[in-house]
């Protein structure tokens, strides 16, 4: 005689249009991208979403990676509005985009085209970590009046790109930016020509003292 057959539970299946979507982690960068995206309108410039954000070089300008000493002696040749980067003890120089491909020209012509120059033009097909927006994180060193020696500050981020001089938000960052058709102009243009003797001849005296302090090598 065969009994009643045991009543199996089953499991009740969840709705998936009422199965809440997993929550994505906070962007830590989000300030960040905000700053560049509505306060500067620069969101064309940022990456995808990644480790950090980015700015693509050569679309609205190029950088001059240099040694702190040699921007800052460069800084009386730049327009006021014109941005500076910093990180660990160098600056980055806004100039005019498609500047990165006549830096080697122009040095050839001050003959310093043959010197080992501790600098870097970057230009299109680059990407540069983007700089803290002021008042965020750590906060890069101010110019003294003059515009000539850092004032030294420190915060929590350590060794993360700040502005030196940040963009002024409303305006147009290439306007202010050294290039070259400035050459030969009046009323203080930006002159990428004068910015490049002028860094390059703090980098060579850099490179002289770094090999006058070291240590002779004995016979």
Known sequence: MVGPRPVVAVEPVADPAVIPPPRRPPDPHAPVRRWYGTVL???????????????????????LDVPAEAGLAALRHLAPGSPVAARDGRLRLLVAPGSAQEVPGVLDWLEW?????????????????APLPPG???????????????RGRS???????????????????????????ALGGGGGAPDLVRVLGTVATHCHRLRLRRGCARPAVGP
């Open 41 to 63: 309108g620069w969101a064309a410039l940022l990456t995808p979403p990644g480790p950090a954000p980015c700015l693509r070089l050569g679309v609205r300008f190029d950088v």
């Open 113 to 129: 085209g043959t010197l080992p120059l501790d600098l870097a033009a970057l230009g299109a097909g680059v990407h540069m970590e």
């Open 136 to 150: 965020q994180g750590l906060t890069g060193p101010a110019p003294e009046p003059g515009g000539t020696r850092p």
């Open 155 to 181: 915060g929590a981020v350590q060794g993360a790109a700040v502005w030196l001089r940040p963009p002024e938000p409303g305006g147009e960052v290439e306007a202010s930016l050294p290039t070259l058709s």
